[in-house]
Every structure is written in structure tokens, then in C-alpha cells.
């Protein structure tokens, strides 16, 4: 009987441990959802042709293929009252950072004021920005 209780006693001790440490390994990470950040306001000093009536500012990554086409679209608004710039992660990160941007492409329409008239998070239609450019509201 004593040698019963003893391998009972046994069993039971390894199935709790291997219960604790199968749970410990199978407990998935905890990751908080973050919400992606868009600046109210940008320093114009920060940027190139502080003076232009609009900046466009796409925060990119030398890595993202999709980086790649909304600068392309953003680089066609680019004229005497329109400056564009690509504010790439690697070799601007201090203006990633400063920002708090968190998600590339981040595009965002500046005032002189240095107001963000508009922000798109990704992909950026040409007709909309246009739309943004010239609407007086969003001036």
C-alpha cells in the first residue's frame, strides 16, 4: 500500500509540473494594440522649403515597396507653391522619432503654419490630395 501511495504521490507531483510548465510555454505574448500616430503639427524649419504655401511630407522606409509609389504620387504635386519631401526612416530617423511615426507610408499635407491639414496612413489617391490642395477649407 505504502508503495502505492508513493508512486501516486510521484505521478501526481510530475503532472502538476508538467501541467505549470506546459502553460507557461503555451501563454501567447501580450501585445497592447498601438493606435498609429499622425502629427496636429510639424516645425516647418524642419523641413526642406519652409516657405512654400503647402508642404507634403511622406515618412518612408528605404524598405517598403509601397513607400516607394506614394512618393512618386506625392512628387507629382511638386511645383513653386508645393514642396515635397521624403523623410526616410534610416536616414532621418530623428524626424521619425521627433514625430512619434510609427507606421510608413505616413503621409501628411502642412500649412505655413505648420498645421496638418490632412494625413493619409498608406496608400495615397492623387485625386484626393489634389482634391486637399486646392479645397479653401483645408487651407
Known amino acids: 500500500m505504502n508503495k502505492l501511495l508513493i508512486v501516486l504521490f510521484?505521478?501526481?507531483?510530475?503532472?502538476?509540473?508538467?501541467?505549470?510548465?506546459?502553460?507557461?510555454?503555451?501563454?501567447?505574448p501580450v501585445h497592447p494594440r498601438r493606435e498609429h500616430t499622425v502629427p496636429a503639427q510639424l516645425d516647418r524649419l524642419d523641413?526642406?522649403?519652409p516657405s512654400a504655401r503647402w508642404l507634403i511630407v511622406v515618412f518612408s522606409s528605404s524598405t517598403?515597396?509601397?513607400?516607394?509609389?506614394?512618393?512618386?504620387?506625392?512628387?507629382?504635386?511638386?511645383g513653386p507653391d508645393?514642396?515635397?519631401?521624403?523623410?526616410?526612416?534610416?536616414?532621418?530617423?530623428h524626424l521619425h522619432d521627433r514625430y512619434g511615426i510609427d507606421t510608413v507610408p505616413t503621409t501628411v499635407?502642412?500649412?505655413?503654419?505648420?498645421?496638418?491639414?490632412?494625413h493619409w496612413l498608406?496608400?495615397?489617391?492623387s485625386?484626393?490630395?489634389?482634391?486637399?490642395?486646392?479645397?479653401?477649407?483645408?487651407?
Open 10 to 28: 510521484i505521478a501526481s507531483t510530475a503532472f502538476a509540473i508538467a501541467f505549470w510548465a506546459n502553460r507557461k510555454r503555451n501563454a501567447s
Open 47 to 49: 523641413f526642406t522649403k
Open 64 to 78: 517598403c515597396q509601397a513607400c516607394a509609389e506614394v512618393l512618386a504620387t506625392a512628387a507629382s504635386f511638386a
Open 82 to 93: 508645393v514642396a515635397v519631401q521624403d523623410v526616410e526612416f534610416a536616414r532621418d530617423r
Open 109 to 118: 499635407l502642412v500649412d505655413l503654419d505648420g498645421a496638418v491639414r490632412a
Open 122 to 125: 498608406g496608400h495615397v489617391d
Open 127 to 139: 485625386a484626393e490630395l489634389l482634391t486637399r490642395l486646392a479645397d479653401p477649407e483645408t487651407a
